[in-house]
């Protein structure tokens, strides 16, 4: 009788070539934001999502600063506490049928990515929900890249986000990034040297979520190959990023 091998996964390049595809941010959640000074802005969302009496929240700033990481991290937060919670990627995300579904609908938190990019028709759809939600005594949170005054909105669609919560989201300085990756790694057990965070703000895009992301998949493949995160390690995993996976030009503006 003849006995069939169990398929080889020793090879090191394979196994570090399934990390890397299997290495995805971590959901985005209050514990992994490293809020710099945006603290007052984390404990007011905080307190935002479970209760209080605004009905919304705006929060705006620049392009990777995580605006989308807390909006998805106060939905999340939100469906934990055992709320109904819902996301829009995108203000066209609301068409007539979602609105009317929303609008209906018991969910206690609705969160709107990029209420900057609405056009016409959707500041329409958003200006009737956000009375819906204002009737039912539920809560609204909405991002943008430019600050309240300079929303290319309807004036009473402004006038009512202004009624609410107003905080500028604001990057995390370069000289607070180290310390701020070093509190990470220890949180989740992850042996990091200065040497290999110094490498990767040099060499690494520099933007907090791609960051973290990098420490996560590195964390992974070490576990995986039973290295330890080195300085030739980074070096390797950032030169397969650029060979397997080009970066494409991004035409999000939120992270």
């Known amino acids: 009788m003849s006995i069939t091998s169990p398929p080889c996964i020793a090879d090191a390049s394979f196994v570090e070539q399934l990390v890397f595809e299997l290495a995805v941010p971590e959901p985005p959640s209050f514990a992994n934001f490293l809020a710099g000074r945006n603290a007052e802005l984390v404990d007011t969302l905080l307190a935002f999502v479970t209760g209080g009496s605004e009905t919304g929240m705006l929060i705006w700033g620049g392009p990777g ?6 909006a998805r991290a106060a939905v999340g937060l939100a469906q934990e506490s055992g709320l109904g919670a819902r996301m829009f990627a995108h203000p066209r995300d609301i068409d007539d049928e979602a609105l009317a579904l929303v609008s209906a609908s018991a ?3 609705i969160a709107i990515d990029g209420i900057d990019l609405a056009d016409e028709a959707a500041a329409g759809r958003l200006f009737t929900l956000y009375n819906a939600i204002k009737e039912r005594q539920a809560r609204l949170i909405a991002t943008s890249r430019t600050p309240l005054a300079a929303l290319s909105l309807r ?3 402004r006038t009512r986000l202004g009624w609410g919560l107003v905080y500028e989201l604001v990057a995390l300085e370069d000289d607070a990034k180290p310390a701020a990756l070093a509190l990470y790694a220890r949180s989740r057990g992850i042996v990091l040297s200065d040497d290999v965070i110094e490498y990767l703000l040099r060499h690494g895009r520099r933007d907090m979520p791609s960051l973290l992301a990098t420490l996560a998949a590195l964390d992974r493949q070490s576990l995986a190959t039973k290295r330890p995160i080195t300085v030739p390690l980074l070096k390797g995993w950032l030169q397969r990023e650029l060979e397997w996976k080009p970066a494409a ?7």
Request: no cysteine; proline share 0%.
């Open 249 to 255: 030009a991004d035409t999000r503006h939120n992270a």
């Open 155 to 157: 004036e009473d669609l």
């Open 107 to 109: 969910e206690q938190l």
């Open 65 to 70: 600063v995580g605006k989308t990481h807390l």
